[in-house]
């Protein structure tokens, strides 16, 4: 692969069926799957670990791993869950989160410097593509890597018709035990109850959990997290998140998922979904974007 050649920090190595992208700086190691573009690791040489990744995680074709940011494109969650402006752009029924997570994505661009690194990873349209989602695109995952990481999903219309989309960035984080977790910056703001009849209802306070939680919040929110040894900020610009921790009986349904694994985790998804999907025009782009800082 002639990107990675003569580079300082980055590698390429193989995880049982998987390629993935090595990033080993002084001050920071980073995973990148080629599959799914899809971040599994990024610890910081001081700050530790920003992201979750799943102790029975699989590195396998054709199937998203457990923790890390999954991408989740032209889609998001449960096909008929979504708006019909974004349901009627796809052919026949499909499976959740879309098709971007379990293709194979190129590696476009490295940027490496003493203080961090910059990786660019594009998915183009194909026949297989095409034959679910009938319109020619371009989509990049840029991510930046330093004292912080940053995010950036780029959709690009290379086709002659308007396409919509709804998407999301599912970020999994490590948490030191979920029960004593207080997640701020939503409060005031609406939200979807997906456990409950997809009833809105209105955040009055912290999120804490002491039970399943799947929720999508209204708005752009600013994102402060703690639990006993982990303090984050998560900053995005789109209108719409979900919040996620599976809790006891669903995590015995759940993939790549230790029974007890909820309670070291916890999702925090920036999102363009329900109303607030994304209708890119020929020859336009739009990104979506997140910032993580650790305390």
């Known amino acids: 692969m002639p990107l990675i050649e003569n580079k300082s920090f980055s590698s390429i190595i193989k995880h049982d069926e998987l390629d993935c992208l090595h990033i080993n700086h002084p001050d920071f190691f980073a995973e990148i799957c080629l599959q799914g573009a899809q971040l599994t690791q990024f610890k910081h040489r001081l700050q530790g670990d920003f992201l979750w990744l799943s102790p029975t995680v699989q590195y396998k074709q054709g ?21 019909s402006s974004v349901t009627d752009c796809v052919n026949g029924p499909q499976g959740s989160h879309g098709f971007a997570r379990n293709q194979c994505w190129e590696l476009s661009n490295i940027t490496e410097t003493q203080d961090s690194v910059m990786i660019e990873l594009t998915l183009k349209h194909s026949q297989q593509s095409l034959a679910v989602w009938p319109f020619k695109f371009e989509l990049t995952c ?12 780029i959709t690009q219309n290379l086709d002659e018709k308007v396409f919509t989309i709804s998407q999301a960035l599912h970020t999994y984080f490590p948490v030191d035990d979920i029960s004593t977790v207080s997640i701020h910056g939503a409060d005031s703001h609406k939200y979807v109850d997906a456990l409950d009849d997809w009833q ?96």
């Not at 840029?142 to 999903?153: A, D």
């Not at 929720?215 to 303090?231: A, D, M, P, T, V």
């Not at 009986?249 to 363009?272: G, H, R, V, W």
């Open 142 to 153: 840029r991510f930046t890597f330093s004292e912080k990481l940053t995010i950036e999903l």
């Open 200 to 295: 809105i209802k209105h955040q009055q306070q912290a999120i804490q959990f002491n039970q399943e939680v799947d929720r999508i919040y209204l708005g752009n929110i600013e994102y402060k997290f703690k639990s006993e040894h982990e303090c984050f900020e998560l900053n995005s610009n789109s209108h719409s998140s979900v919040v996620w921790n599976p809790w006891i009986n669903k995590s015995k349904t759940l993939s790549q998922f230790p029974d007890d694994a909820y309670q070291s985790m916890l999702c925090i998804e920036n999102a363009n979904v329900l109303d607030d999907v994304i209708t890119v025009k020929p020859n336009q782009t739009h990104t979506l974007s997140m910032t993580l800082i650790k305390r």
């Open 63 to 83: 199937q998203s791993l457990r923790g890390g940011v999954p991408i989740c494109w032209p889609w998001f969650g449960i096909l008929d869950k979504n708006p």
